[in-house]
């Protein structure tokens, strides 16, 4: 895919965020107890919580934090009950956008997703109104100059890979569902830094976007990524080099 995809830009954008250290955790947390209460404590046999663990680990949460976490999911300790949402609907520039959250209060939360499509070009959608659009993969992503991009090829050759690119400088690795935890185990093992570890959902389709289309864009994603219940925002925008290069003026 060429110019600025989602996945470049987001990751751009969400070290900013990440920056926020106390909110970070906070999702993270929230991620961890949620994953355990869904397939137990053991991280072997529950891959989401062994996700969320590693990507706990990697933003230098406390261990002690994370096993209060597990523990208030599995019921050790009594805590807020969340509820996990997905969020639905079109962007500027007919860009789909979907929106996953943890709550405690779905009353609260509901309103203010949708306030956030609303004021900024978008509309807010029914369930299952644009996932049919996205994907569910593994994706790992490589820092530049760590490896080549026929080393990473060489290293993982007798696992379920289905793409390996680089993109932005850095190699960009997709997996289907069922291959993710076996390529998470070797890169834990070879202690590579990896600035992405997850699952998550890759459009099927892009969509290009003209300067003031992208400009409103971004503008939607950021707000939705920094609303507070919000995990993890997945949309199928597609923005060009010379575009992103004027907006970041």
Not at 97 to 109: A, F, Q, S, W, Y
Request: proline content about 2%.
């Amino acid at each position: 895919m060429s110019g600025h995809s989602k996945w470049s830009t987001i990751k751009r954008k969400k070290g900013v965020a990440d920056a926020k250290r106390g909110a970070l955790f906070t999702k993270l947390i929230r991620e961890i107890t949620v994953a355990a209460r869904a397939g137990g404590e053991d991280m072997n046999a529950n891959p989401r919580l062994r996700t969320a663990v590693l990507k706990a680990k990697a933003s230098n949460m406390p261990n002690d934090n994370i096993d209060r976490a597990i523990k208030k999911g599995v019921g050790n300790i009594d805590g807020v009950v969340y509820e996990e949402i997905r969020y639905e609907g079109y962007g500027p520039g007919g860009v789909a956008i979907m929106v996953d959250c943890i709550t405690d209060n779905k009353n609260r939360t509901t309103p203010e997703i949708r306030s956030i499509f609303g004021k900024n070009g978008g509309n807010l959608g029914e369930s299952g109104s644009v996932n049919y659009l996205f994907e569910r993969k593994g994706m790992f992503i490589i820092e530049g100059g760590a490896a080549s991009e026929d080393e990473v090829m060489e290293m993982l050759l007798d696992f379920d890979i289905e793409d390996i690119k680089t993109e932005d400088g850095n190699i960009v690795i997709t997996t289907s569902p069922d291959g993710y935890i076996a390529v998470s185990d070797f890169f834990e093992k070879k202690k590579f830094n990896l600035i992405m570890n997850q699952m998550t959902y890759l459009p099927k389709t892009t969509v290009a976007l003209d300067e003031t289309k992208a400009a409103q864009c971004l503008r939607i994603m950021e707000h939705l990524e920094d609303q507070d219940d919000t995990q993890e925002v997945y949309s199928n925008y597609d923005i060009s080099d010379e575009i992103m290069a004027k907006l970041s003026e």
